[in-house]
Nanobody, 115 residues
Framework: QVQFVESGGGLVQPGGSLRLSCAAS????????MGWYRQAPGKQRELVAV???????TYSNSVKGRFTISRDNAKNTVYLQMNSLNPEDTALYYC?????????WGQGTQVTVSS
């Protein structure tokens, strides 16, 4: 059963950057598409970035041009580089497969953008 541990969140000023990491357990990580999801207070969880097993990427309109998803299959890790952060990016960030596995959600990592 695959599980994920997210890290790298924190408090950052508007315009700043953060790099999130997601470590996956399980030997089959490399064959799946992976995604970063986020959930802001009072809002539904949304998928913001996807990377396929072959390395192709897609982004939601809200983060396109600012966020970059990448993966290191040798380390079973997926990353999210976030630049030009704004307060609307404040949320709890999770990684999961795409489509997500309901039982694979980790604790997430909190990103707060505030001056």
């Amino acid at each position: 059963q695959v599980q994920f541990v997210e890290s790298g969140g924190g408090l950052v000023q508007p315009g700043g950057s953060l790099r999130l990491s997601c470590a996956a357990s399980g030997s089959i990580f490399s064959i799946y598409a992976m995604g970063w999801y986020r959930q802001a207070p009072g809002k539904q969880r949304e998928l913001v970035a996807v990377i396929t097993s072959g390395g192709s990427t897609t982004y939601s309109n809200s983060v396109k041009g600012r966020f970059t998803i990448s993966r290191d299959n040798a380390k079973n890790t997926v990353y999210l580089q976030m630049n030009s952060l704004n307060p609307e990016d404040t949320a709890l960030y999770y990684c999961n497969l795409v489509p997500h596995r309901p039982n694979a959600w980790g604790q997430g990592t909190q990103v707060t953008v505030s001056s």
